[in-house]
């Protein structure tokens, strides 16, 4: 599935209080691809992905997936936030399936769909427990798993990982990876780290802040597979330091 961001630009506020959010941000993604946009803050990467998923409506331009104006969130597009956002008083298993239930999916599709997910995302052994019963990077995948349940064909991450400490970011980064390449997804990240978009992604767009606007696309041609020997890999040492100086530069010139 085809995801097209045309020309979009937002504004908040009124009249001499109006703020430039994102200005001209257009680019593409074709179906099964992953890109990644990278920015500090003021870059409006959220802001860009709330109007992907329907949330929030452009001021200008347009998003259009398959060809088909975005009106508003879509069983099309799943979205996973920083903050894990599930419901605590629901199980794994319950909140995995909210999506589904509001939908009327069968209760036998429903069943079957949640344990299936539970499994994909290695969580079959704690369906039943809560929330606060769960770690960090359990809840995101979780959080995932509920964004899948309702089968979107184009996945939005919105800094999934920037919440959690470094060993289960990284292993967080590893199950992404591997349920991207089992999967036809096609999948947008936001991230302010270089290297997770690196180690991720097909293509990276680096936006530049105030207003937020793309000033940078770069193909990432590095011979994926095991990401821990990835990051040790010369021309990704390099491209990491190519690319982390460009946005120190961005700092810089604010």
């Not at 060993?167 to 302010?192: G, N, P």
């Not at 991720?200 to 940078?216: D, T």
Request: hydrophobic share 40%; net charge positive.
């Amino acid at each position: 599935m085809k995801l097209d961001v045309n020309n979009i630009s937002k504004y908040f506020g009124e009249g001499s209080n109006r703020k430039k959010a994102i200005e001209g941000i257009s680019f593409s993604i074709s179906s099964g691809e992953f890109k990644t946009l990278v920015g500090s803050s003021g870059s409006g990467k959220s802001t860009i992905l709330r109007i992907i998923a329907g949330l929030e409506s452009p001021s200008k331009g347009n998003v259009k997936v398959d060809g088909k104006i975005v009106s508003g969130p879509g069983l099309d597009r799943g979205m996973v936030f920083q903050k894990y956002s599930l419901f605590p008083w629901l199980t794994a298993s319950e909140n995995i399936a909210f999506g589904m239930n509001l939908n009327s999916y069968k209760l036998k599709e429903i069943k079957y769909r949640t344990s299936y997910l539970l499994e994909v995302v290695g969580l079959q052994d704690s369906g039943n427990k809560y929330p606060k019963e769960l770690s960090g990077g359990m809840q995101q995948r979780v959080a995932i798993a509920r964004a899948l349940a309702t089968n979107p064909k184009i996945l939005l991450l919105d800094e999934p990982f920037g919440a959690l400490d470094l060993q289960i970011r990284e292993s967080m980064q590893k199950f992404l990876y591997e349920l991207w390449k089992k999967t036809s997804l096609t999948v947008l990240l936001i991230t302010h780290d270089i290297e997770e978009a690196l180690a991720l992604s097909q293509q990276i767009c680096i936006l530049a802040p105030n207003p937020g606007r793309i000033i940078k696309e770069v193909k990432v041609d590095l011979q994926k597979g095991d990401l821990d020997k990835l990051k040790l890999d010369s021309d990704f040492a390099k491209l990491r330091y190519e690319l982390s100086d460009f946005l120190r530069g961005l700092q810089k010139n604010k």
